[in-house]
């Protein structure tokens, strides 16, 4: 008996060893480092490969509910609205290196931009001050860690609403605040007048972008051949395409159009006329805190609604004391729909006073009179034929 049960346990102790083994086989991947490679359009997806990575992995193990601030403190009860409050500034995510959108001047440290004033909006809706925020510039590839981490409390980050970034990413997303499309912009000297002129071109793109798979699936649909070189961050990608390293570069075409200013002859380019896809902009949070989303999202919905009210900066007080009942309520005369924000009733009028309604924010930062010169378009009030549109202030 005693030699059977010595026998038994050596084969308990042998099993216990190869379990062992073949569980630290596969518990620790080999982590890969993404560089700017040339990654030629024929292998096997391609894009999808870099994609899934650098938007889905890092979120997946870092819940967006139970996420910790940046400094590892808990978060305070009230959610991420409490937390901003109790820090007395919002943290909010953007580019950085995108003219138009949000651009750090470096004579002044001023960053300045359409998304730069989103972030002011909900900084004046929460703390009554547009200068009550921190910019925190991050990279595609950084954006959504930085939400998951508690880094930031919003990005108004050019981000491209999906459905993968809604749902397996772990992000909550706001109202659109830029309908956008992505485009290709080459240099005239090609002589391209469409994508179908660029079979056999190289193309730079920014990983981490949903611009990486947009261009594997056009060319592929067309039966184009092409090579991308692609890089994490911004000013590398169009530092290479103006130096010549690639025939064209694509993104979204808001960017393209910010960028090209930055080009050492901005004249020397032009965008071909094909778009490749839909592109939603807008604020995003992270998933969980439905609270801090009503924030945001009504702050978005209170510039267009002014917009729409005729509104303005210039003339907001004329709205104030008014018998409008819509009038009224949007003001916080009567009513207590701020409140049930968590915020002052007259949220939306001060938001307006301090950074403009929709149209201003827009015209200010990229329409008639600045260097981007773009046309509403979709980014129209409804009433006028866009799709831009507010719920009831009711």
Known sequence: MKRKIIIMITILDIIAIVLAACGGATATPTPVTAQPTEVPATAPAAA????????AATPQNVPAATSAPSGGAAQPQGGRLA???????????????????????????????????????????VFGDPKAVEFRPLTAQERFTALQTGEVDVLFRNTTWTISRDTSVGMDFGPTTFYDGQGIMVRKELGATSIEDLDGATVCVQSGTTTELNLTDAFRARNLDFTSVVFEE????????????????????????SRRTTLKNPED????????????LGPVVAQGDSPWLDVVSWTVFATIQAEEFGLTSQ?????????????????????????????????AVKVVKAVGNYGEIFER???????????????????????????PFR
């Open 269 to 280: 380019h032009v965008l071909l006329p094909d778009v490749l896809s839909k592109e939603p």
């Open 365 to 391: 930062n990229l329409g008639q009179g600045t260097p981007f010169n773009l046309e509403r378009g979709q980014n129209a009030l409804w009433t006028e034929g866009g799709l831009m549109y507010s719920p």
């Open 48 to 55: 999808a490969v870099t994609e899934a990575p650098t938007t």
């Open 83 to 125: 937390l901003v409050k109790d820090r007395g500034k919002l943290i909010c995510g953007v580019n950085g290196g995108l003219p138009g959108f949000s651009y750090l001047d470096q004579s002044t440290n001023t960053y300045s931009g359409f998304d730069a004033d989103f972030c002011r909006a909900v900084a004046t809706a």
């Open 315 to 347: 003339n907001a007080d004329e709205f104030i004391g008014t018998d409008n009942p819509n009038y009224r309520r949007f003001v916080g005369d009567e009513g207590d729909l701020g409140s049930g924000l968590g915020l002052s009733n007259d949220f």
């Open 234 to 257: 911004i000013d590398p990608t169009y530092a290479a395409y103006d130096q010549g390293r690639c025939d064209a570069v694509t993104s979204d075409r808001s960017q393209l159009i």
